[in-house]
């Protein structure tokens, strides 16, 4: 049985008073009978010091149970609220911890995919490396092969040399040998002969002087024209590396070299991802805060350079944000073509042109013919076919849109089998085009078998615009005038019959008159109308002067 404080308490009290007790009967019994009286006295104290005892007992007691009652209930409300702390920090971390590991499972399977990826590529560069290997090794079996054939062949080269130097050095003895008998026969040395000779042929040869003149400008006139063809080659091959650039790099602005390597990314994954989408090259050289797309097809181009501005703001740059902004340009580019056809179409003043149709019109924008702009070029032979058909009293507006629509087959030409004769007709008809605009389509570099006279009128333009005529915004009745001025310089040299001016001012044909004009005197004329020609008109490029001189012989058999 278990004792409490308040029956420990009680215990010694009443040893205490046992032993007062015990000392006063102790004390009684060594005193006389005497003191019985006051031992008598004692116990009655003793007696009510006892009962004083027994109630302070009772009541410490009840003091006691009230302060352990305090206590308890103090202790329960303090555990009460912290097991309830302690299960709000519990639910916290747990909460903590269970974001903590999604996030860590996201990281984990985005991990996984960026492994998985690395691992395709990286097969698929070792089956690139594994066939260059090989490539390189049958280039090196070839190559061994085609040194051994060489050293055979020049082998046999140098055998025949020698055995020409000794055939060369025979011909020699014998030409000098041929030589000594020629003048023994003849009485005279080689120098006389030679005289003579030319004696004789000055004298035959005096009608012929003409034809000497002919032929000592037509061999001059080849050695400037394959001097002028060599400058020409060594001129467009120096240009040639400037206009591909032009044509087919663009530069991108970048806001650091720092960028450089987030465009590249890990081990070339975010690069290899770019140029596989857009099929353009991404360049990253040396050129400081730059890099340079590379492409023949300039609208994959213009994509790629969209995508890439759009990269390089944004900042983020991984596989998948490649080929979500790779393919936002895409979708952006159809509006760029079509807002170029609107402004194409509404610039050439034709109306009623069907979206399909405006689409194709806004392809021209990215599409170069000899270096000039097809769409701008359209829209010149626009404005210069509706002028040409007002002037005959034709149809403007119908001969507008034939002249903007004639080389629309070049907008797919190179998507499409075909020449761009055959796919604008194929296209024109498709979208229902009139019969006149088929017909310029069709035509419009064969005018002679057009059947309407707006194929003329678009081959005219057509022509015009190539040459680019108009370059120094002249008009059209000043070209005109210098087509005329053309044929009347021509035409006023004696002996000319007639003089056509072709190629849109390019080329000026002259028909002579056979009886007055010989074959050496018609390179005389063609040289004198030329140089006439530069002195007295301005014009851009060069004009090609053609003497033509035809004579006939008739007879009758009866």
Do not use: C, W
């Not at 070029?377 to 002037?391: F, K, P």
């Amino acid at each position: 049985m278990a004792f409490t404080p308040l029956d420990l308490i009680l215990t010694l009290i009443v040893i205490v008073l046992a032993v007062v007790v015990v000392l006063l009967l102790q004390r009684s019994n060594r005193q006389s009978e005497v003191n019985k009286s006051e031992l008598e006295a004692a116990r009655r104290e003793a007696q009510s010091l006892r009962q004083s005892a027994q109630t302070e007992v009772q009541n410490l007691r009840q003091s006691v149970q009230a302060e352990l009652e305090r206590l308890r209930t103090q202790g329960e409300e303090r555990l009460r609220t912290q097991l309830r702390e302690e299960r709000e920090r519990l639910q916290a971390s747990l909460q903590a911890e269970r974001e903590a590991l999604v996030s860590e499972r996201a990281s984990i399977q985005a991990e996984r995919e960026r492994l998985q990826a690395d691992l395709q590529a990286s097969r698929a560069e070792r089956e690139e490396l594994k066939r260059e290997t090989e490539r390189l090794a049958r280039r090196g079996e070839q190559l061994d092969a085609r040194a051994a054939k060489l050293d055979e062949q020049e082998e046999k080269l140098d055998a025949l040399e020698k055995a020409l130097e000794a055939r060369q050095a025979e011909l020699a003895q014998r030409e000098r040998q041929i030589d000594l008998k020629l003048q023994e026969v003849a009485g005279m040395s080689a120098e006389e002969a030679r005289n003579l000779l030319l004696s004789r042929l000055d004298a035959e040869l005096e009608e012929e002087k003409a034809l000497r003149v002919k032929a000592n400008l037509e061999r001059t006139r080849l050695e400037a024209k394959r001097e002028a063809q060599k400058l020409l080659a060594q001129a467009a091959q120096r240009q040639a590396s400037e206009t591909a650039a032009a044509l087919a790099v663009s530069v991108v602005p970048i806001p650091s070299d720092a960028m450089k390597g987030r465009i590249i990314g890990r081990e070339g994954r975010n690069i290899r991802t770019f140029e596989a989408l857009t099929g353009v090259d991404l360049i990253i050289d040396d050129t400081p805060e730059a890099v340079l797309l590379s492409s023949f097809n300039p609208m994959r181009r213009e994509i790629a350079k969209m995508a890439l501005e759009q990269l390089v703001a944004d900042g983020r740059i991984h596989p998948s944000r490649i080929e979500e902004v790779v393919e936002k340009a895409k979708n952006e580019m159809k509006t760029f073509i079509y807002e170029r056809g609107e402004e194409a179409a509404l610039e050439a003043g034709v109306v009623g042109l069907k979206p399909g149709l405006v689409q194709l019109l806004g392809r021209l924008h990215f599409r170069s013919s000899y270096g000039q702009n097809v769409l701008k070029h359209s829209v010149q032979v626009a404005h210069l076919t509706g002028i040409m058909a007002a002037e005959l009293g034709l149809d403007a507006a119908l001969g507008r849109r034939a002249g903007l629509l004639h080389d629309l087959g070049k907008s797919v030409d190179r998507e499409i089998e075909g020449t761009h004769v055959e796919i604008g007709i194929t296209l024109a008809s498709r979208f229902g085009e009139p019969k006149e605009v088929i017909d310029a389509i069709a035509h419009h570099h064969d005018p002679e078998n057009g059947e309407t006279l707006y194929s003329v009128l678009a081959a005219a333009a057509d022509a015009i615009s190539a040459a680019r005529p108009g370059a120094r915004r002249e008009s059209l009745e000043e070209y005109i005038q210098r087509l005329e001025q053309l044929e009347r310089i021509a035409l006023s040299f004696p002996g000319v019959d007639n003089a056509f001016a072709v190629q849109a001012g390019r080329e000026v044909r002259v028909i002579v008159k056979p009886d007055r004009i010989s074959d050496a005197k018609a390179t005389l004329l063609a040289r004198e109308i030329a140089g006439r020609i530069e002195r007295d008109m301005n014009y851009p490029g060069q004009v090609q002067v053609t003497v033509v001189r035809e004579s006939r012989a008739v007879e009758y058999a009866k």
